[in-house]
């Protein structure tokens, strides 16, 4: 299409809409209904080639889970076929059969059962204690504890005053 060549290029898309003639608005909203028009056209072509492959590939018993794991399946294979998955398999390999790998997996096997052991060993004498102290009677009558000194007495106390002053230090200390 030719415009007119006394359009500018001063707007944002390169020409000035008020220097556009109308026949160069015309033929410019021409050229977009067209082209509007084809990429529908387009759209539809694609959805209906869209619905024709679905069709196809149910008929060929493939559903979009098969298609989503063959994919999957590919993709790992060409994964564990490539040259660094290989090298770095082989580096590993090559770990897990050094000396030092092995004394370290037997040391920690080792040390687990060791410490397995301990424990299963502390439990059993933590419960005999703990039903030898059921079985002892208790040395005195449960007592109630009371205030032997009021509530305005005790905040005046030396020991409430020191008691305070930690409180108020640990307060100031954290802020």
Do not use: C
């Not at 299409?1 to 608005?25: A, C, H, K, Q």
């Not at 020991?159 to 954290?174: A, C, H, L």
């Amino acid at each position: 299409m030719n415009f007119s060549t006394r359009i500018t290029e001063t707007s944002t898309n390169g020409y000035s809409p008020s220097e556009l003639t109308d026949y160069d608005v015309d033929s410019l909203q021409f050229e977009l209904a067209k082209t509007e028009d084809e990429i529908q056209t387009l759209r539809q072509v694609l959805v209906d080639k869209e619905k024709h492959a679905a069709d196809i590939r149910r008929q060929l018993g493939m559903s979009p889970l098969s298609n989503v794991k063959q994919n999957l399946s590919k993709g790992w294979h060409e994964v564990q076929t490539s040259a660094p998955f290989l090298t770095a398999s082989a580096t590993l390999e090559d770990v897990r059969h050094s000396d030092v790998y092995v004394r370290t997996r037997d040391g920690l096997s080792h040390a687990g059962q060791v410490t397995s052991s301990a424990l299963s060993n502390m439990g059993v004498v933590i419960a005999r204690r703990l039903a030898e102290m059921s079985a002892l009677p208790l040395p005195s009558p449960a007592r109630t504890l009371s205030h032997t000194m009021s509530v305005p007495t005790m905040r005046h106390s030396s020991t409430f005053k020191s008691f305070e002053e930690m409180v108020g230090n640990v307060k100031v200390s954290s802020s």
